[in-house]
């Protein structure tokens, strides 16, 4: 029986995963995943109440392993002593890129629905709420080189939102445009280059 119910469910997700990917989660027809997964539309709401619970079963445990890994180079960097972060500015958020950018390629389409696909989503500021906590821990390390005695420009929150937004999105174009993995690699290297080069001249460095 629950070998049974496996499979059912399994069926289920790959009929989601399909009609998500193709028409995102608004345009997708709950019918039609009933429909091409084989099973009655009871036999479905006995696994999801919803086609957002569906939704949700694929893409939260990216979310959250995405999610959980940016907060925790965030985290140890700005737990580290404060005249010990300006040498490792940079080193815990290019570990976590490396990380992020490995974790996308290893599971290509749940991330393609929870960054393109998830419209009408508790999911859809996914993207946005990275930066708001970018932005946040931005601020906190200009006011430790202050401390430190740099010579920091104040910069507004909204310019320091306007940057943290490009580089998220600019990051994440990777899957918009499903990148070979080598090229992505390639381009995320330079692209942080250049983002790290801008920070440091906003920085005064």
């Known amino acids: 029986m629950e ?3 496996n499979a059912t469910l399994k069926k289920i997700h790959e009929a989601a995963m399909a009609e ?5 989660f608004q345009g997708a027809s709950l019918r039609q995943i009933v429909k091409n997964a084989g099973v009655t539309t009871g036999a479905f709401y006995g696994y999801f ?3 957002e619970a569906l939704f949700a079963s694929i893409v939260e445990p990216h979310a959250a392993a995405l999610m959980g890994r ?5 985290t140890s960097f700005s737990e580290l002593p404060e005249q010990e972060q300006p040498e490792h500015m940079g080193l815990e958020s290019s570990q976590c890129v490396n990380w992020m950018v490995d974790y996308i390629y290893d599971h290509r389409e749940p991330v393609k629905l929870l960054l393109c696909k998830a419209e009408g989503t508790s999911y859809e500021h996914f993207v946005h ?3 708001e906590v970018e932005v946040e821990y931005t601020l906190r390390y ?3 080189l202050r401390r430190l005695g740099r010579e920091v420009p104040e910069l507004s929150q909204s310019l320091c939102h306007i940057i943290a ?4 999105n600019g990051l994440f174009e990777i899957v918009v445009h499903d990148m070979p993995k080598e090229q ?3 381009d995320v290297e330079q692209f942080r280059t250049f983002y790290t080069g801008g920070w440091l001249k906003l920085m005064g460095g």
Not at 70 to 74: D, H, K, S, V
Not at 165 to 168: A, D, K, N, V
Request: glycine share 6%; aromatic share 10%.
């Open 129 to 131: 709420n990275m930066v």
């Open 70 to 74: 940016f907060m925790e180079a965030q």
């Open 20 to 24: 998500f990917l193709d028409k995102g």
């Open 49 to 51: 109440s919803s086609k």
């Open 165 to 168: 937004s490009g580089m998220f």
């Open 142 to 144: 200009m006011d430790v």
């Open 184 to 186: 992505a690699l390639r």
């Open 3 to 5: 070998e049974k119910s």
